[in-house]
């Protein structure tokens, strides 16, 4: 696996919206092997659901930025509107195999996986594209999704 993001050039950075939920400041792409996805600008998450007692496995504020882009390209994944070609065992495959390339501990990442496994289905593909519009101060739903950039590959 290879795995690399940018978010115009730079570190991608998050604007809280609420004390769980915060929103992208500007589009993210991630390429992941031979693709790329974009994740557009506004699109909220609130990097990890769960108890609190999941933070000895995977805290829900780390340090390492790209284990943060990771929980958001899952969230992202598990939206309504994204990625028909990816199942829900794809997405969380995906998400240990990135912890694991970012030398996440193989038995954290391997817990989390089988977290999402056992508790994930609730909120695969059941709510659209969350993003954040300013204007408003509101969440909204996202009404298109723009998956795989070909351009990009």
Request: charged share 25%; hydrophobic share 40%; net charge positive.
């Amino acid at each position: 696996m290879t795995f690399s993001f940018t978010s115009n050039g730079k570190m991608p950075s998050f604007i809280p919206i609420d004390k769980d939920n915060f929103a992208l400041a500007d589009d993210l792409k991630v390429w992941i092997d031979k693709y790329c996805f974009v994740i557009p600008a506004g699109f909220v998450t609130n990097f990890r659901s769960g108890p609190s007692i999941a933070d000895l496995v995977l805290p829900k504020w780390g340090t390492d930025i790209s284990i943060a882009v990771l929980i958001v390209i899952h969230d992202y994944f598990y939206s309504i509107d994204c990625c028909p070609i990816l199942s829900r065992k794809e997405s969380d495959n995906l998400l240990k195999e990135g912890l694991i390339y970012m030398n996440y501990s193989k038995l954290k990442a391997n817990l989390v996986y089988r977290a999402l496994r056992l508790f994930g289905e609730s909120h695969f593909k059941k709510e659209f594209i969350r993003v954040w519009n300013p204007k408003k101060q509101a969440i909204e739903n996202l009404n298109t999704s723009y998956l795989l950039d070909p351009k990009l590959n």
